[in-house]
């Protein structure tokens, strides 16, 4: 019986030391040491900041700024409170598609996705659950006396005052919800592929290019489909577009801020799974379901 012919190591010529002990290899072992400790980073980091961050806008005071010069005119800048977390999620993809390719990534990704599906359902169920009258929080005020007097007169039930405080943190309209799953889908994808594909063109050199690189395009496309899709006609058109595009330069910037901590942590995962990946001959269909 003729022997199955092996498909080349394509990713062979790169290996500029032979002695580190990191193989470069177009071919992903069957088992990491570390993949499902990276998955689970990205997807707590994932829905932490789409629970916490994703609609609230906030502000920063820039001393001595010109007057009149955006993206701060009146001295101001503002920008999404999600911005502080979320592009930890960004650098993550960027490891991810670094060590274990574009197919493991895509995989990380819709497991992202599903849980932001999943998410959003038991945020919908939970919300909509009718409130116990009696049910007590520090939004209530409650101080033992009794039902508080809304205004007008009328009494509002504890739970009524905590049901409407519950639902202004955890009932997203469905806009931001479905703007915030299709943005990050496109997003990481585009991400991990212009990610995947500079590390073949630069030949596994200059990481810092590619990561930076990598999210000026991704960043661009997820900021580009969420803020019109979240706030359009509930925002101004000035304020969308002002924390669009403030929003997209402040995650490249923390990508750059980050390169140092990228470097490290490549450098410790490469080194400890003992291969870098090089995507020759990957499938970048987000639909295929190969791991290699």
Known sequence: MEKEQET???AAAFDTDPNDGIQATSHAPVTFKYYDFVMAAFVAILLLSNIIGAAKTTFVEIPFWPNGLWPAPDGVLIYGAGILFFPLGYVIGDVLTEIYGFARARRVIWTGFAAMLFLAFMSYVVVALPPFDDWRCA?????????LTA???SDVPLGQICQETYVSVFGNAWRIVAASIIAFWAGEFVNSYVMAKM????????????????????????SLIFYPLAFYGIWSTE???TVMITNWLLKVFWEAALTPVTYFVVGKLKRAEGVDLFDTDTDFSPFSTRRA
């Open 199 to 222: 590390k073949v063109w630069t030949k596994g050199k200059a990481l810092w290019k590619r990561t930076i690189g990598s999210t000026v395009v991704g960043q661009g496309v997820d």
């Open 139 to 147: 939004a209530s005020g409650f101080d033992g006396q009794g039902p």
């Open 151 to 153: 205004r007008g007169g």
């Open 8 to 10: 080349p190591n394509l």
């Open 239 to 241: 304020l969308v577009i």
